[in-house]
């Protein structure tokens, strides 16, 4: 569970901060009275970057948890609905 909410956390995370950084250079320029409508549009139209292979293996390794997850919990379920039964002997 910590390691699952850990890489949830780091997703969101890796989302959100390329939209604060460019929040945050949207507010100097308009601050500062140096930019135009047309340039504030194009920062905020610019993709962000966030993509990498340490992004990528959290992503990857949290739905493989998640499959092993729903796994073990149907074993569990057919394991209360179905008991072995032991034979006398």
């Given at each position: 569970?910590?390691?699952?909410?850990?890489?949830?956390?780091?997703?969101?995370?890796?989302?959100?901060?390329?939209?604060?950084?460019?929040?945050?250079?949207?507010?100097v320029?308009m601050?500062?009275?140096?930019?135009?409508?047309q340039?504030?549009?194009?920062i905020?139209?610019?993709?962000?970057?966030?993509?990498?292979?340490?992004?990528?293996?959290?992503?990857?390794?949290?739905?493989?948890?998640?499959?092993?997850?729903?796994?073990?919990?149907?074993?569990?379920?057919?394991?209360?609905?179905?008991?072995?039964?032991?034979?006398?002997?």
């Open positions: 569970m910590i390691v699952f909410l850990s890489g949830a956390i780091f997703i969101v995370w890796s989302n959100i901060a390329p939209a604060f950084n460019r929040l945050d250079s949207i507010m320029k601050q500062s009275g140096a930019a135009s409508l340039q504030l549009a194009e905020s139209e610019s993709p962000a970057s966030t993509k990498s292979f340490y992004y990528d293996a959290v992503f990857y390794s949290i739905v493989c948890i998640w499959i092993l997850a729903i796994v073990d919990a149907y074993r569990l379920g057919r394991k209360k609905d179905f008991p072995e039964s032991k034979s006398p002997g």
